[in-house]
T-cell receptor
Framework: KNEVEQSPQNLTAQEGEFITINCSYS?????LHWLQQHPGGGIVSLFM???GKKKHGRLIATINIQEKHSSLHITASHPRDSAVYIC????????????FGEGTQLTVNP | DTEVTQTPKHLVMGMTNKKSLKCEQH?????MYWYKQKAKKPPELMFV???????INESVPSRFSPECPNSSLLNLHLHALQPEDSALYLC???????????????FGAGTRLSVL
């Protein structure tokens, strides 16, 4: 069993839909990261969370430390949101090492 | 400036070639990372440099040789690679603090390497 599990693996939505991607982890963490990777490679850090909720534009990330669960929400989705979304965790014992989930491929159709 | 610049963007090399990948950042970050990413898989950590010293080597074969000549530059020297080494190689940087656990990593666009 992976230490970081994401669901769904693949998600197809129509433009304008509300999207949720889930991440569960089995280890103690000091921070959870949501990353976005567009075709062609570059990875962008969207959020780093250790508690509560963060919002940036149409993106919202939440984390429940007790339940070891995080969600990434996209409101009013747009085709340009099509990308792979990766959940990763870091903890004090592993220092700079990120443990990655397998990613969620999101496709938003016009 | 939150940019990590990687060159080249694409590289094709034979198994007997020697080549280098370069990574540069000017954010004052003192931790720099090399990752390898195969298609449809998450990145795998290869090396971490902290204050220009190698702090993590994830048992990477010696045909990959990292170098951090100064706080802004990170190189990955490649020699006698195998076709299975074909992948996207990503560089990242972050601020180092104690434990490095809460720092956002800034990634470059990657070098797509093909070994023939």
């Amino acid at each position: 069993k992976n230490e970081v599990e994401q669901s769904p693996q693949n998600l197809t939505a129509q433009e304008g839909e509300f999207i949720t991607i889930n991440c569960s982890y089995s280890v103690g963490i000091s921070a959870l990261h949501w990353l976005q990777q567009h075709p062609g490679g570059g990875i962008v850090s969207l959020f780093m969370l250790s508690s509560g909720k963060k919002k940036h534009g149409r993106l919202i990330a939440t984390i429940n430390i007790q339940e070891k669960h995080s969600s990434l929400h996209i409101t009013a989705s747009h085709p340009r949101d099509s990308a792979v979304y990766i959940c990763a965790v870091s903890d004090e014992t592993s220092g700079s090492r990120l443990t990655f989930g397998e990613g969620t491929q999101l496709t938003v159709n016009p | 400036d939150t940019e990590v610049t990687q060159t080249p963007k694409h590289l094709v090399m034979g198994m007997t070639n020697k080549k280098s990948l370069k990574c540069e950042q000017h954010m004052g970050h003192r931790a720099m990372y090399w990752y390898k990413q195969k298609a449809k898989k998450p990145p795998e950590l290869m090396f971490v440099y902290s204050y220009e010293k190698l702090s993590i080597n994830e048992s990477v074969p010696s045909r990959f040789s990292p170098e951090c000549p100064n706080s802004s530059l990170l190189n990955l020297h490649l020699h006698a690679l195998q076709p299975e080494d074909s992948a996207l190689y990503l560089c990242a940087s972050s601020q180092p603090t104690r434990g490095l656990a809460k720092n956002i990593q800034y990634f470059g666009a990657g070098t797509r390497l093909s070994v023939l």
